[in-house]
């Protein structure tokens, strides 16, 4: 690996005023999961600034009130997989970032840095779409939120600025009695990436009639987003396995309209609409 | 490049070491400390063979920067012993023989020892998700898993807990 200067931030403010500085030069480091292997593989320019965020007390946390979860970026894989207000009222969330890695990944990779590595297989990034997350990235010039639909502006590549920080991750608790799911499928049963994953969200009414619907695929499309039509075809109808195949297969459809045919569409379309299908049954 | 002065416990020793900060814990242990127990695998955090305790919690060593580990306690697979006697974990991974090569070894006992400090009568499921980070080729897991169940039981009996 090679080296560079190390710098141990205090607070948030010297962390940007060190991301200021050092514009384009420096990385953050929090959890050092992905960014450790970045280094190994020596692509790019070598930073020549570490900023380390780890000790950050207040980036940490994950608080519950007023109808809203709100997540410091640093807060692990593991805290929120075991958090019993993120198993609650935000499943898919929690099962997601129990699926990541492994425990030892789990131990040490955050939700902020799988956020902002921004890669098309990140595990918390759908669930948090589907949650409808705000974002708020924080520099020496201010802060400011962002939708996180509207984060991402091509796969590794987000829409921060060099010079900012996320701070904080902040999404609605889903309704008490809405369900939600999260599926991955890799190559192993753990300790891998995900070849494709779906977040779900399912919401009835007392007849069990659909009323919210939300599907957002993972390691499928160049940016993240919520299948709107696959999302439509359920609001109003009651749960069927046939009404679930065919949002799948809408919700494949989505993703060759994004991508175009690939060579591994192939096994991808017809298995993202079994994914989709299978979410939305664990939903209900 | 910044040396680096690390102040850290070790096993339960407090350590004062001269580093860089591009180094890993795992060069660390190895490297500067000749503490070999700690196995170097893929260096990428996919195979679990570089498995320590950091602040009790089971990490992938190859992916902590040395800077990270100022002021905390790091347990290796040479801190489960007390001198010659083997921890309970120890001896029942001896008596359902699972170890083969014995390179997973190390990665699996400490991901055990986060396991059964935390979780004392874990079951089949909780044992084999707590593994599922160190990849063993030899043994299919079958052993690994039993003696887990086995030293859970003795541990109940005697209280052992890592030094560290």
Same mark, same amino acid.
């Given at each position: 690996?090679?080296?560079?200067?190390?710098?141990?931030?205090?607070?948030?403010?010297?962390?940007?005023?060190?991301?200021?500085?050092?514009?384009?030069?420096?990385?953050?480091?929090?959890?050092?999961?992905?960014?450790?292997?970045?280094?190994?593989?020596?692509?790019?320019?070598?930073?020549?600034?570490?900023?380390?965020?780890?000790?950050?007390?207040?980036?940490?946390?994950?608080?519950?009130?007023?109808?809203?979860?709100?997540?410091?970026?640093?807060?692990?894989?593991?805290?929120?997989?075991?958090?019993?207000?993120?198993?609650?009222?935000?499943?898919?969330?929690?099962?997601?970032?129990?699926?990541?890695?492994?425990?030892?990944?789990?131990?040490?990779?955050?939700?902020?840095?799988?956020?902002?590595?921004?890669?098309?297989?990140?595990?918390?990034?759908?669930?948090?779409?589907?949650?409808?997350?705000?974002?708020?990235?924080?520099?020496?010039?201010?802060?400011?939120?962002?939708?996180?639909?509207?984060?991402?502006?091509?796969?590794?590549?987000?829409?921060?600025?060099?010079?900012?920080?996320?701070?904080?991750?902040?999404?609605?608790?889903?309704?008490?009695?809405?369900?939600?799911?999260?599926?991955?499928?890799? *190559?192993?049963?753990?300790?891998?990436?995900?070849?494709?994953?779906?977040?779900?969200?399912?919401?009835?009414?007392?007849?069990?009639?659909?009323?919210?619907?939300?599907?957002?695929?993972?390691?499928?499309?160049?940016?993240?987003?919520?299948? *709107?039509?696959?999302?439509?075809?359920?609001?109003?109808?009651?749960?069927?396995?046939?009404?679930?195949?065919?949002?799948?297969? *809408?919700?494949?459809?989505?993703?060759?309209?994004?991508?175009?045919?690939?060579?591994?569409?192939?096994?991808?379309?017809?298995?993202?609409?079994?994914?989709?299908?299978?979410?939305?049954?664990?939903?209900? | 490049?910044?040396?680096?002065?690390?102040?850290?416990?070790?096993?339960?020793?407090?350590?004062?070491?001269?580093?860089?900060?591009?180094?890993?814990?795992?060069?660390?242990?190895?490297?500067?400390?000749?503490?070999?127990?700690?196995?170097?695998?893929?260096?990428?955090?996919?195979?679990?063979?570089?498995?320590?305790?950091?602040?009790?919690?089971?990490?992938?060593?190859?992916?902590?920067?040395?800077?990270?580990?100022?002021?905390?306690?790091?347990?290796?697979?040479?801190?489960?012993?007390?001198?010659?006697?083997?921890?309970?974990?120890?001896?029942?991974?001896?008596?359902?023989?699972?170890?083969?090569?014995?390179?997973?070894?190390?990665?699996?006992?400490?991901?055990?020892?986060?396991?059964?400090?935390?979780?004392?009568?874990?079951?089949?499921?909780?044992?084999?998700?707590?593994?599922?980070?160190?990849?063993?080729?030899?043994?299919?897991?079958?052993?690994?898993?039993?003696?887990?169940?086995?030293?859970?039981?003795?541990?109940?009996?005697?209280?052992?807990?890592?030094?560290?």
């Amino acid at each position: 690996m090679r080296p560079f200067r190390y710098l141990a931030c205090a607070s948030v403010e010297e962390a940007c005023a060190a991301l200021r500085a050092h514009a384009g030069r420096a990385r953050v480091l929090a959890g050092g999961t992905d960014l450790l292997l970045e280094l190994r593989r020596g692509d790019g320019p070598a930073p020549e600034v570490m900023v380390d965020i780890s000790r950050l007390e207040e980036l940490r946390g994950i608080v519950a009130g007023n109808g809203t979860l709100r997540l410091g970026p640093l807060a692990r894989h593991a805290e929120l997989a075991a958090s019993e207000p993120v198993r609650r009222r935000a499943g898919l969330l929690a099962a997601a970032a129990g699926a990541v890695g492994s425990p030892q990944v789990r131990n040490r990779g955050t939700v902020g840095g799988n956020v902002m590595n921004a890669a098309t297989c990140a595990d918390t990034v759908p669930p948090l779409v589907a949650l409808g997350a705000r974002l708020t990235l924080r520099s020496a010039g201010g802060s400011r939120e962002l939708d996180i639909a509207d984060f991402f502006e091509r796969p590794y590549v987000t829409r921060a600025r060099p010079d900012e920080l996320l701070v904080a991750i902040e999404f609605p608790a889903l309704p008490p009695c809405a369900r939600s799911a999260f599926v991955k499928l890799g *190559r192993r049963n753990a300790l891998s990436i995900a070849r494709l994953s779906v977040a779900a969200v399912v919401d009835r009414d007392a007849s069990g009639r659909i009323t919210d619907a939300r599907i957002v695929p993972g390691a499928a499309l160049p940016v993240w987003k919520r299948a *709107r039509e696959a999302e439509a075809m359920l609001v109003g109808q009651a749960p069927s396995e046939a009404l679930f195949a065919a949002a799948g297969r *809408r919700t494949a459809e989505l993703m060759i309209g994004e991508t175009g045919r690939r060579w591994s569409s192939e096994y991808k379309e017809p298995v993202l609409a079994v994914l989709v299908r299978r979410a939305l049954e664990a939903c209900c | 490049m910044d040396k680096l002065t690390l102040h850290a416990t070790i096993n339960g020793r407090a350590v004062t070491v001269e580093t860089e900060p591009h180094h890993t814990l795992l060069d660390l242990l190895r490297d500067t400390l000749g503490l070999t127990g700690t196995k170097r695998g893929c260096e990428v955090g996919e195979c679990g063979a570089c498995t320590v305790l950091l602040d009790g919690v089971a990490v992938n060593s190859c992916l902590v920067l040395v800077p990270q580990v100022e002021g905390r306690r790091v347990t290796t697979v040479e801190g489960l012993a007390e001198g010659e006697m083997l921890s309970s974990l120890q001896e029942a991974f001896l008596d359902h023989e699972a170890a083969h090569c014995g390179f997973c070894t190390p990665g699996m006992l400490m991901s055990a020892q986060d396991l059964l400090d935390h979780n004392p009568a874990p079951t089949e499921q909780e044992i084999r998700a707590a593994i599922s980070g160190t990849l063993c080729r030899c043994s299919g897991y079958v052993q690994i898993v039993e003696a887990i169940q086995d030293a859970a039981g003795r541990r109940r009996g005697t209280g052992d807990k890592a030094r560290g």
